[in-house]
């Protein structure tokens, strides 16, 4: 029988993350079934690090799959700030607004964007459901579910900002979202509200608090915490516009992650390393176990030498760069000139090039991936704090910028023009990291690439261009794979 996308790994492997050794002598070494991992506490840990691992495997067969590495250019190149040195290249699709809105090519990413997070909740739902018989340490079975439900509140969170019409906390959102998903089943299942999504989104996050609040200090950064669970909250409180609940999950996190802003050597250093003191919650890479041309540094990184990097490094967008001070350290992970930037042999060297993102060895893809920083949750809490009229929005601003920039002064804005400066400075210190198509759709902002660097040859772009594209638009709703929908019955596709 056909499953459907989301139901189709109610059976598939779990795969062994090597974070924890204690946790790789389970036999088999490479899957375990699901009686197995449902048996103890030990082998369910074992699975969730599959999870963990899952996050930087490759999908589909496309090298530009490569878990959410991926995704995060994805969602980066839908933006106004990545810029592409070449016009056909990987990504290029991306870039120019075509990928999301096919949904019938096997490449397309609104494909591989179902797949990847449909496939962490439907082996994050096995543990959440199966555990209660299981053996072992009460704290240890805590832990697992917690983070399960993490996993299945982030991976809805990521789905139906993508799929469905944006929150807006003025309406009833009861437009359709994405199939909510609280158990394995290979029944298609229909499009929940976007307002059901986020509800049950926030359910998972609070309970998962609850769990994982006063257990002992997780085993590596790519497990969640309570902190870390709570800068997850305040990620989606901010997308729905609930000011109050964004400001206090992510003063919350700050508080408790234990996390401190990096250095401005540190700044400068690669973003490559999760023992980075700034970093909450990250993929680490074992150099065992290199992710070749998948990886999130295979396309990112300045010097490793591949053809997409030789060819086509990535660069910032010359307007946003050009506002960054010259005292801020920010301003030293792009280049305006492209003389500093460390190419590999035989590559080119571009003007606004990046050197933020940099492999240690440039024969191997080999980066941690980061996926919060502490930086985030001080944006969060400044914005937050901002659109709610809250006169320390500018004192937390001012904490990470300084970080950056010893020359920066306090901001005397108040209102709009604080949110807008809290923005600029979001744009600038989370460039490639994942979040402009997202924010740009959840401040309900237009696409406008106009009077910067981007390149001016796309002739099979959506509109006439891929520079701009207005709030409201059929092109902020990815299309849902054609392959779902043709054993899905339930399920109705977005406008085309």
Not at 94 to 118: C, I, K, P, V
Not at 192 to 218: E, F, H, P, S, W
Not at 250 to 260: N, P
Not at 291 to 318: D, E, W
Request: charged share 20%; glycine share 6%; hydrophobic share 40%.
């Amino acid at each position: 029988m056909k499953k459907t996308i989301y139901s189709a790994f109610l059976t598939s492997v779990l795969l062994f993350s090597s974070c924890d050794k204690d946790y790789l002598d389970t036999s088999p070494t490479d899957a375990v079934t699901e009686e197995n991992v449902l048996a103890n506490t030990k082998n369910a840990m074992a699975a969730l690090n599959g999870i963990h691992r899952i996050l930087y495997l490759q999908h589909n067969g496309s090298q530009n799959q490569g878990g959410e590495g991926s995704m995060k250019i994805m969602m980066d190149a839908l933006g106004e700030d990545w810029v592409q040195t070449l016009g056909t290249s990987w990504w290029a699709n991306e870039h120019n607004w075509t990928s999301h809105r096919n949904a019938t090519s096997t490449s397309t990413y609104n494909h591989a964007w179902y797949y990847f997070y449909y496939r962490i909740i439907s082996n994050a739902n096995m543990l959440i459901n199966g555990l209660d018989n299981a053996t072992g340490p009460e704290a240890e079975k805590k832990m697992v579910i917690g983070e399960a439900l993490v996993y299945r509140a982030w991976a809805h969170f990521q789905l139906v900002q993508v799929f469905g019409e944006r929150y807006d906390a003025g309406k009833t959102n009861d437009q359709l979202g994405v199939p909510l998903m609280m158990t394995n089943t290979t029944e298609g299942q229909p499009r929940a509200t976007v307002q059901a999504v986020y509800d049950q989104i926030n359910k998972d996050l609070d309970d998962a608090i609850t769990m994982l609040t006063g257990l002992d200090a997780r085993p590596a950064k790519s497990h969640f915490n309570a902190a870390v669970a709570k800068g997850i909250k305040a990620r989606v409180a901010l997308t729905q516009q609930n000011w109050s609940v964004a400001a206090k999950s992510a003063q919350e996190a700050i508080q408790q992650s234990g996390a401190t802003l990096m250095s401005r050597t540190q700044y400068t250093s690669g973003f490559n390393n999760v023992d980075n003191p700034e970093w909450m919650w990250g993929s680490k890479m074992q150099s065992d176990q290199t992710n070749y041309f998948y990886s999130f540094f295979a396309y990112m990184s300045a010097n490793f030498s591949s053809t997409a990097i030789r060819q086509n490094p990535k660069k910032i967008n010359s307007v946003l760069y050009d506002q960054l001070p010259a005292t801020d350290v920010r301003r030293q992970l792009w280049d305006p000139t492209g003389t500093s930037i460390p190419a590999p042999p035989n590559g080119v060297k571009v003007k606004y090039g990046q050197k933020k993102f940099l492999v240690a060895d440039p024969n191997l893809s080999i980066g941690d991936v980061p996926h919060m920083r502490l930086a985030e949750l001080y944006l969060i809490l400044a914005e937050a704090e901002a659109r709610q009229g809250v006169s320390t929005a500018a004192t937390n601003l001012f904490t990470l910028v300084s970080a950056r920039d010893p020359q920066y002064v306090r901001s005397t804005n108040t209102g709009q023009a604080l949110v807008d400066e809290i923005l600029i400075q979001r744009r600038a210190e989370l460039w490639g990291e994942g979040f402009r198509f997202l924010d740009l759709k959840r401040t309900n902002s237009p696409l406008n690439r106009t009077g910067a660097n981007h390149i001016e040859q796309w002739a099979w772009a959506v509109r006439t261009n891929n520079f701009t594209v207005p709030v409201g638009a059929n092109e902020w709703q990815f299309l849902f794979p054609q392959a779902e929908l043709n054993v899905n019955k339930a399920i109705v596709q977005n406008p085309l």
